[in-house]
């Protein structure tokens, strides 16, 4: 009897009582797949002498949508824009006159993106107005007035007006205040340029993954991504917060959450960083992932090609083959591309209970209707095993890992729960809307 009596308390504790059926998961609104395909970019080196036929292949493989590259190519990259639809984003040099006359040229062809300050002039001087600018040490005076005039010009032309203006990248470089850190200089700033001084409509900057010291950790896309984080990485903090070179005052920690921001240059090395070809294929789609979901509107990847001799092996391509990350982020866009219109994104009641954090999602609305719930780990050793429960069951949802191809690993009917074992990549699960 007493083993009786211990079995029906031991049954009563663990089992729901009558009438508390457990809680629907709470709605989470849902944002267009188009959206997130449309922030993925890399960069490219037609400017630097690459043959503009030898991205049409990668670029359409990929799904890169956007690319970055420099003066003097403008007929290659339009007729790159007319193989795959590619939109570039401009970066200027010294030569203001020059720049605006080949942004109006990709413009018309509709392959402009965005017009861009110069890039790192901290290493890559400039030479502007008669002065150099920028470089170990130097004034940025040119730098800044540079990126003042490409801003006012392109804002005054009735073709390129409409076109976002990206700032000048490492604005944390800065040796004298010139007020770089903000895209408009707000009154009682102690700037060398005068309050209300407007450089920009997106800050960039180039928050390398790998970070400073060469380090893999757990999370390591995710903090990368942080906007306020004073870590390791050269972030939106170290560059428009408090500079990181001459601790300028810049933007508040609320300010940054909400900074309209893009990332022109991140990557990963496949030989000389941590992890190879896999590792990189990883960390990179982790990266496009967690900076969208954390507010970036763009990010460029460094490079299509590895470049041989000084550069390293930063490229989704080792010659014309395809590393890992080519294909891994060959199977994320494909899986999230789709026909139709797309329409209200709306949203999915879902939840992950326990959720590490390691483990991160987005939920995106493909354009055929179906939900994409992306969840990703960011674990540099071992695995996460979650659960995504949803607000009731389905009739069917697929499991698709973008390590493993474009196929379904696992098909579920009438579930409202999917198990998953998660390491250092993405999976979809694909629900119908």
């Known amino acids: 009897m007493a083993l009786r009596v211990l079995l029906a308390v031991l049954w009563a504790a663990a089992a729901p009582a009558a009438g508390h059926a457990e809680p629907a998961p709470a709605l989470v609104?849902?944002?267009?797949?188009?959206?997130?395909?449309?922030?993925?970019?890399?960069?490219?080196?037609?400017?630097?002498?690459?043959?503009?036929?030898?991205?049409?292949?990668?670029?359409?493989?990929?799904?890169?949508?956007?690319?970055?590259?420099?003066?003097?190519?403008?007929?290659?990259?339009?007729?790159?824009?007319?193989?795959?639809?590619?939109?570039?984003?401009?970066?200027?040099?010294?030569?203001?006159?020059?720049?605006?006359?080949?942004?109006?040229?990709?413009?018309?062809?509709?392959?402009?993106?965005?017009?861009?300050?110069?890039?790192?002039?901290?290493?890559?001087?400039?030479?502007?107005?008669?002065?150099?600018?920028?470089?170990?040490?130097?004034r940025w005076e040119p730098v800044a007035a540079l990126q003042r005039d490409l801003y006012a010009a392109a804002k005054a032309d009735p073709l390129l007006r409409r076109y976002p203006v990206f700032g000048v990248s490492e604005a944390g470089a800065q040796t004298g205040n010139m007020g770089?850190?903000?895209?408009?200089?707000?009154?009682?700033?102690?700037?060398?340029?005068?309050?209300?001084?407007?450089?920009?409509?997106?800050?960039?900057?180039?928050?390398?993954?790998?970070?400073?010291?060469?380090?893999?950790?757990?999370?390591?896309?995710?903090?990368?991504?942080?906007p306020t984080l004073r870590g390791r990485w050269d972030g939106l903090y170290d560059n428009h917060g408090l500079t990181w070179h001459r601790s300028f005052l810049g933007y508040s920690a609320a300010e940054l959450v909400s900074l309209p921001r893009v990332t022109t240059e991140t990557g990963w090395d496949s030989t000389e960083d941590p992890g190879g070809e896999h590792t990189q294929g990883a960390i990179?789609?982790?990266?496009?992932?967690?900076?969208f979901k954390r507010g970036w509107a763009y990010t460029f990847v460094y490079e299509m090609f590895d470049q041989q001799g000084s550069v390293g092996d930063h490229g989704l391509y080792h010659g014309d083959a395809p590393k890992r990350s080519a294909v891994y982020l060959h199977n994320l866009t494909t899986l999230l591309a789709g026909e139709g219109n797309g329409g209200d994104p709306g949203a999915l009641a879902y939840e992950i209970p326990g959720q590490p954090d390691t483990v991160h999602d987005l939920l995106l609305r493909k354009a055929d209707g179906r939900f994409a719930l992306v969840v990703w780990g960011e674990r540099r050793r071992g695995a996460d095993t979650v659960t995504v429960r949803l607000d009731g069951p389905r009739a069917e949802i697929r499991v698709y890992d973008i390590t493993r191809g474009t196929e379904p690993v696992q098909v579920l009917h009438d579930t409202d729960r999917v198990p998953l074992t998660l390491t250092d990549h993405a999976v979809i699960l694909d629900i119908p809307g």
């Open 29 to 138: 609104a849902a944002v267009p797949a188009a959206a997130f395909l449309d922030s993925i970019g890399v960069n490219l080196h037609v400017a630097q002498g690459n043959d503009p036929a030898s991205y049409v292949g990668p670029l359409r493989y990929t799904g890169v949508r956007q690319a970055r590259d420099g003066m003097g190519a403008a007929a290659g990259l339009i007729a790159l824009h007319r193989q795959t639809g590619v939109r570039f984003s401009l970066i200027a040099d010294g030569d203001l006159q020059a720049v605006l006359a080949e942004a109006r040229l990709l413009a018309q062809a509709d392959a402009l993106l965005a017009l861009e300050g110069p890039n790192e002039p901290n290493n890559f001087p400039i030479r502007y107005g008669g002065a150099t600018g920028g470089g170990p040490g130097g």
């Open 284 to 291: 990179l789609t982790d990266t496009y992932l967690a900076q």
């Open 180 to 226: 770089l850190q903000f895209l408009t200089i707000p009154a009682g700033a102690g700037t060398a340029f005068p309050a209300g001084t407007v450089f920009a409509d997106y800050v960039n900057v180039h928050n390398y993954v790998i970070g400073n010291g060469g380090h893999y950790d757990d999370n390591q896309a995710w903090n990368a991504a942080d």
